[in-house]
């Protein structure tokens, strides 16, 4: 009795909820232009008719049931939902302090109101990189919340003095009388300085439901007991952490800068390194030898300058960071890296804000077409890493029958105008995410 009441609560508050969602059995586009998530150039106008949560058919001359939506593209652009594959959903509204002396009410309505956000700027997709996003995604699936599919990492996983080690020197040493840190109670980072704990801490994350292990394996700019070229877990804490994941049929991906903690954390069976903007040739090389996924950011001044008071320890940290990202990315192109966007967004509402700015960005380095194919569907592919873990079953990341129908309608060509991505409020028509539509313009 008490499961059938929770769930008949449940089914009466989801419609109520999502006041703007608009969901039919059916919904037909007319004239519009495709990017599949693949190609080089759009289609010829044709039309796309999604049923329920999949595309059902695309060509010329299709037919809707009677009771159809049907959509008038006026020749847009139809293309993929995007996908940053680096958020971090729990941790952009809120400031440190509030984190973590705050109200955790407080955290989880302000990261639901930022994941609408998110979602309200074509981002159909995230993959979490550490933060208690369990109950959120858990809320945004039942369609309480609008929001992005959330691929979650739970807790990110570091030692202590590492990047995400927030506690204050006076809770060191540590002892049995306080076992965890206020940021570890919270969900936020786990600290673990052996094999064993190590084992137990990503067993826990994926009994949540995490779909992927986050570690910090170097050191990292925002934490105040880290310098970068740390590194931190010893092998046999790396191999721990890769045995557990993997006997769970997912992986492990680290944060690292340096080529010592990209390097020992590949040899000790890691899949994906995140960041790397410090990395060497041969180490580049070597991530395309052992076929080893790059996610990275944009981190460059347009978007980084002033995160922290000049001259500080974190500010000198960062514009190392952001020196490195030209090369990086030169790499990247140089060796043909299998590589994921992100944007690595914290605790900043106005820098998330600029999330589809730091997409446009990457027009440094690639086209349009490659930046386009980076954020749908080779992200998608990416995703796919997590295996049975993976939380939706289903294609992402195209525009093809049977993929999921995660769509945006972009007023104009972002093929020859990537511009446009980057003011979501103005350009995107219409925003629809498994089948059902979220923003559309159109009908206004």
Do not use: C
């Not at 046999?236 to 952490?241: H, N």
Request: aromatic share 6%; glycine share 10%.
């Amino acid at each position: 009795m008490i499961f059938a009441s929770v769930w008949a609560v449940a089914a009466a508050v989801i419609p109520a909820a999502a006041v703007q969602a608009q969901a039919a059995g059916e919904t037909l586009f007319q004239d519009v232009r495709i990017f599949d998530g693949k190609g080089e150039e759009l289609s010829a106008p044709t039309s796309v008719l999604v049923r329920g949560n999949l595309i059902a058919a695309i060509g010329d001359d299709l037919t809707a049931a009677p009771e159809a939506a049907v959509i008038d593209g006026g020749g847009r652009t139809l293309m993929p939902g995007l996908i940053d594959a680096h958020w971090h959903t729990m941790l952009i509204r809120q400031t440190p302090e509030q984190m973590m002396f705050g109200d955790e009410g407080l955290t989880y309505l302000l990261a639901g109101a930022e994941a609408t956000a998110t979602l309200m700027r074509g981002f159909t997709t995230v993959r979490d990189l550490g933060g208690p996003s369990f109950g959120l995604k858990q809320a945004i699936d039942m369609g309480v919340v609008p929001g992005p599919r959330i691929w979650p990492s739970g807790a990110m996983i570091t030692v202590t003095s590492g990047h995400g080690d927030f506690r204050p020197l006076s809770e060191l040493p540590r002892d049995g009388s306080k076992p965890l840190s206020r940021i570890e109670e919270l969900g936020g980072a786990m600290v673990v300085d052996s094999p064993d704990l190590m084992r137990q801490r990503v067993r826990e994350q994926l009994m949540r439901g995490a779909s992927q292990i986050k570690l910090t394996a170097g050191g990292g700019v925002a934490s105040p007991h880290s310098p970068l070229d740390v590194s931190t877990f010893t092998a046999e804490e790396l191999r721990a952490a890769v045995e557990a994941a993997e006997n769970w049929g997912t992986y492990v991906t680290v944060h690292a800068y340096t080529p010592a903690a990209i390097r020992r954390a590949i040899d000790a069976g890691v899949r994906v390194i995140e960041h790397a903007q410090l990395i060497d040739d041969e180490t580049a090389q070597y991530m395309v030898e052992k076929n080893i996924w790059l996610s990275t950011q944009p981190i460059v001044h347009e978007f980084f300058d002033g995160m922290f008071p000049p001259g500080s320890d974190q500010d000198q940290k960062a514009q190392e960071v952001m020196e490195g990202t030209d090369r990086l990315y030169q790499m990247v192109k140089k060796y043909n890296l299998k590589t994921a966007f992100g944007t690595d967004v914290l605790f900043s509402e106005a820098m998330a804000r600029r999330q589809g700015e730091m997409l446009v960005s990457l027009k440094t380095w690639f086209t349009p077409a490659e930046i386009l194919r980076q954020a749908t569907s080779t992200n998608a592919e990416f995703l796919g890493l997590s295996g049975l873990r993976s939380p939706y079953k289903g294609k992402l990341g195209v525009i093809e029958e049977g993929a999921l129908a995660d769509i945006l309608l972009v007023n104009g060509d972002p093929l020859t105008d990537l511009d446009l991505l980057a003011d979501a409020e103005r350009n995107l028509a219409l925003i629809m995410k498994d089948g059902t539509v979220y923003k559309n313009t159109l009908a206004e």
